[in-house]
């Protein structure tokens, strides 16, 4: 059997970094995306915020955002930011195979 | 809408009633301006009553909660109104108290909002006697209302300063979640170098976390600390409470809406229009007029029964101050964001798109004019409700 690990080099990323055809991700590849944003090793908490905003996506068609995630997933703000350090946001979603979330403007 | 429906519907069949908890209507583009005492207390209010014609019913009462499913309202002073159409249009507040220690000690007194109008003017009193400092404008939490207000705030409030000989005791700076100037790139680079050429700093990716009111510091969630002789805060934007007590919002209190018909997606009788809706349309005085439009044709069709065909297109179009006179103006909607260019007569203007003007400055000025006399009776502007791309080019350098 081939390795099911990714080269993350011949990968096709959208504008903003992230994976350009959700069906590209698997587990192994969240854990190279993990490593390459700074996020290191993946926990059952960051799987459990990952499965979240997938399961997510999947009725939204959105990321969402950070406050749906804290209210619905139980994981504090606080708790966010030492799981996914310097933003948040765009990590899980980066690492969760999706695209940035929409801004507001 | 009120304005617009009482011309159009039969008064022996309809009764138009509308709700509002507070007698006085504030021109609220008009807040930003009072800190600087270019505007007074008077000149951004005067009283709702003068804008309601006589044959609807006026009822001054908050709203305790709505009960769509049995086409109710309940209100505070215990009257219960039945409905066969509603239109919610309860807008957003600030929520200070959604960040640990925004309003404690400090709050009103080195902490100021300036999107009410008791923070506003709390502001322009701090401003009379302070002299000089760390001024730190922090934008808590997207989306908030006026996205480019916090902007013309950071622009005039160089302006009042260099005018008052004090800009070099006055550090400037902005501190925000996003990770540039403004959310869309083409207006966010060349807001961006209007910054710098004023020398106002800028701290991106800052979600802040709390405040420190005994070491006058605001942190982040991931403590990044920035440290203030002045805060000026544009706090969490949230609907109201009445629409959590009804169950129809989401985590902020908007209401989920159909973003081009205006139709609540819950209730097929209940519109939302402005700052009440989820959308991602700007959250603006210049949507929620485009928006009337549409909700208006909407509504109509929705009374004789015909499918709701008007479609709301994301338009906004606002000024945006610059400081000394001049100003900005942007035109956008949900697809295509501010772009350069002349409006609103193709390379005419009199307006100039996303770059610095004195008409605009004028437009800006002069628009008062236009919303106590035009827009809040329901006449119609001469300005058609969707975005036009005429006029407009896409810069070829593309900003990242």
């Given amino acids: 059997m081939e390795s099911l690990t990714a080269d993350l080099n011949t990968l096709s990323l959208d504008k903003d970094g992230h994976l350009a055809n959700r069906e590209d991700w698997s587990i192994d590849l969240a854990q190279q995306l993990a490593y390459t944003c700074e996020v290191g090793e993946l926990n059952d908490r960051h799987w459990e915020v990952i499965n979240f905003i997938r399961a997510e996506f999947e009725n939204t068609g959105d990321t969402p955002p950070i406050r749906r995630l804290t209210k619905q997933s139980g994981v504090s703000i606080k708790e966010l930011y030492q799981l996914f350090p310097k933003g948040p946001a765009k990590k899980m979603a980066k690492i969760a195979g999706l695209p940035k979330p929409k801004g507001c403007i | 809408m ?9 008064p022996k069949e309809w009764d138009l009633v509308i709700v509002d908890q507070d007698e006085t209507h504030y021109y609220q583009p008009g807040f930003l301006f009072l800190p600087f005492g270019i505007y007074q207390k008077e000149d951004v209010e005067k009283p709702k009553i003068n804008f309601f014609p006589k044959n609807a019913r006026f009822i001054v009462s908050g709203i305790e909660q709505i009960v769509p499913d049995e086409n109710k309202v309940l209100l505070e002073n215990g009257e219960a109104l039945e409905y066969t159409f509603l239109i919610i249009a309860t807008g957003t507040e600030i929520r200070p108290d959604e960040i640990e220690g925004l309003n404690g000690d400090l709050w009103h007194k080195k902490i100021f909002d300036f999107y009410t109008i008791e923070g506003a003017l709390a502001l322009a009193n701090f401003f009379q006697t302070w002299e ?16 480019v207000a916090p902007l013309e705030f950071l622009f005039l409030a160089d302006d009042y300063f260099k005018k008052r000989n004090m800009r070099d005791k006055v550090d400037i700076t902005l501190v925000t979640p996003l990770d540039a100037a403004f959310t869309k790139p083409i207006a966010a680079h060349e807001l961006g170098n209007f910054m710098q050429e004023k020398g106002i700093n800028i701290v991106t990716d800052f979600s802040i976390g709390r405040v420190e009111n005994e070491e006058n510091k605001i942190i982040s969630w991931d403590e990044q600390e920035v440290e203030f002789d002045l805060l000026v805060s544009v706090p969490t934007n949230m609907g109201i409470e ?6 129809m919002g989401d985590e902020l209190n908007f209401i989920p809406t159909n973003k081009h018909t205006l139709q609540s997606d819950g209730w097929e009788n209940v519109f939302v229009i402005g700052d009440a809706t989820n959308l991602s349309s700007s959250k603006a005085g210049s949507v929620a007029h485009f928006q009337a439009d549409i909700l208006f044709d909407n509504l109509l069709s929705a009374i004789d029964g015909k499918p709701l065909e008007a479609s709301f297109d994301g338009h906004a179009n606002c000024f945006i101050e610059s400081g000394d006179g001049k100003g900005l103006l942007i035109d956008f909607n949900y697809e295509t964001e501010p772009l350069p260019g002349k409006f609103p007569i193709p390379g005419v203007g009199p307006f100039s798109l996303l770059k610095e003007s004195r008409m605009n400055h004028l437009g800006k000025m002069g628009f008062r004019w236009f919303y106590w006399n035009m827009l809040i009776k329901g006449k119609n502007l001469p300005m058609d409700p969707h975005m036009t791309m005429t006029g407009k080019y896409v810069p070829e350098t593309e900003h990242a």
């Avoid at chain 2, 000089?132 to 996205?147: D, Q, R, S, W």
């Avoid at chain 2, 009445?242 to 169950?247: H, K, L």
């Fill in chain 2, 132 to 147: 000089g400092g760390k001024l730190v404008l922090n934008i808590a939490e997207m989306p908030i209302k006026c996205p």
């Fill in chain 2, 2 to 10: 009120l304005n617009k429906l009482n011309k159009a519907l039969n």
């Fill in chain 2, 242 to 247: 009445a629409i959590a007590r009804s169950n």
